[in-house]
């Protein structure tokens, strides 16, 4: 299994290429063929990057929903809609499509951040810009009943 951790600063150019970290990009070679699905995220400026094979266990469970259920058909409409495949070419580089780059509104210069079974992709604006207030509320002490078990 995969796991993506770490941030990397990274460019884009203009047509929307952006180089997989080295360290990153055998390991996706060998678990999906080069393969990866970008959509977007529900809750932040961001993308979402998977590997094909990871993607495919997110399709199923999005599938699985009810689709008479309106949160469910708009959950689906939205992840699946904007799904795009990619695949990494020689040199390691992805083209993210025009769509995606507009909606998470990157440029030049990206975020990409390790997130265990998938990157997500910031422009290096927002990230900065959301940085400060995720640090404000990790450090609360106000947390869920999910993550008040968790030790670090």
Request: include cysteine.
């Amino acid at each position: 299994m995969l796991f993506f951790r770490g941030i990397n600063s990274i460019n884009m150019d203009t047509k929307g290429r952006l180089a997989i970290p080295k360290k990153y990009r055998e390991s996706i070679e060998e678990a999906s063929e080069s393969q990866l699905v970008a959509t977007i995220d529900l809750n932040s400026p961001c993308l979402l990057i998977y590997t094909m094979d990871e993607w495919e266990v997110i399709e199923r469970k999005l599938m699985s929903l009810p689709n008479m259920d309106p949160q469910a058909r708009l959950v689906q409409r939205l992840l699946l809609g904007h799904a795009s495949e990619m695949e990494m070419d020689s040199q390691g580089r992805i083209l993210l499509p025009s769509m995606l780059r507009e909606h998470a509104k990157l440029d030049k210069n990206v975020i990409l951040l390790g997130q265990g079974n998938k990157f997500e992709l910031w422009s290096q604006e927002a990230w900065d810009a959301s940085r400060p207030d995720m640090l404000d509320t990790a450090s609360t002490g106000q947390v869920s009943d999910a993550l008040s078990t968790l030790s670090l």
